[in-house]
Structures are given as structure tokens and as C-alpha cells.
């Protein structure tokens, strides 16, 4: 069965602000974490790609299957609506 992958893009950067180096490691370790899921499914067939953009305000997880891109997404989102998590 041949799946489609999903890009998933956060970016606070029309806030003003960027992440705090305690949420970026969040943000690592969350795209470290599906990588390790794909890695470990035989249905994914893609290599799971992750950036965060220098300035820290972008990050990118690329080749995401569809369930998981929506759980990343979500919990991405959450870090990013915590202003606490911004600098």
C-alpha cells in the first residue's frame, strides 16, 4: 500500500519573538521521537527529515505519515501557543 507523507511547519516568527533553547530542545526531542517511530515501521517507506531554522522561529518535520503529522502537529502547537516558551 503506498502511503502519502506529510510536511509539518510551525512558525512564530510573525510574533516578534522566537524559542526560548528550552523549547527548541522540546521541539528536538519531539522530532528525535518520530524519527525513532519511523524508523521503526515498516509501512514508512521515507526518511523523516527535521530543521530548525537558525533564527529559531521555523521548524520543519518533513515525511510524516498523516496520523502522525496530525499528533506532531498538535503537539507542536502546544509549545507554540505557550508564550513561555518564547523569547
Sequence with gaps: MKQKY???V???????HRFTPAAVGEIE???A???KKADAD???????????HPAG???????LLPDEAKRH???L???AADPENWQ
Design 6 to 8: 506529510a510536511d509539518v
Design 10 to 16: 510551525c512558525d512564530i516568527g510573525g510574533t516578534g
Design 29 to 31: 526531542a519531539l522530532q
Design 33 to 35: 521521537e518520530q524519527r
Design 42 to 52: 515498516q509501512d514508512h517507506k521515507s526518511h523523516v527529515g527535521t530543521d530548525i
Design 57 to 63: 522561529t521555523h521548524v520543519q518535520t518533513r515525511s
Design 73 to 75: 502537529a498538535a503537539d
Design 77 to 79: 502547537a502546544e509549545i
